[in-house]
């Protein structure tokens, strides 16, 4: 079992910058890939970005260059730094644990709460 709990959200002007964590209990960690996936109103939950146990990394096309996946398995994180945000951007942040860095949402098996970002422009 693998409990997340994600924080740094914010209201943010175009081009800046915000660094999303997500904290994870349970010994079980370093078993799991990681991912984050957002949901802004009114559409479907994307895939963001996924790390691997082994820390390999996969990113979607609309945030490659500007977004970074990392993960630091002795304190039970992982990070998205968010830089260059663009008002399409704004959504809720979840973070996912699974079995590799899908970019399928129905493949993690446990989802934090998520946390709102919003990109003014």
């Known amino acids: 079992q693998v409990q997340l709990v994600e924080s740094g959200g914010g209201l943010v002007q175009t081009g800046g910058s915000l660094r999303l964590s997500c904290a994870a209990s349970?010994?079980?960690?370093?078993?799991?890939?990681m991912g984050w996936f957002r949901q802004a109103p009114g559409k479907e939950r994307e895939f963001v970005t996924a790390?691997?146990?082994?820390?390999?990394?996969s990113y979607a096309d609309s945030v490659k260059g500007r977004f970074t996946i990392s993960r630091d398995n002795a304190k039970k994180t992982v990070y998205l730094q968010m830089n260059s945000l663009k008002p399409e951007d704004t959504a809720r942040y979840y973070c996912?644990?699974?079995?590799?860095?899908?970019?399928?949402?129905?493949?993690?098996?446990?989802w934090g709460q998520g946390t709102q970002v919003t990109v003014s422009s």
């Open positions: 790390i691997s146990q082994s820390g390999s990394t």
């Open positions: 349970g010994r079980t960690f370093i078993n799991y890939a």
């Open positions: 996912a644990a699974g079995a590799s860095r899908y970019s399928d949402s129905r493949d993690y098996d446990y």
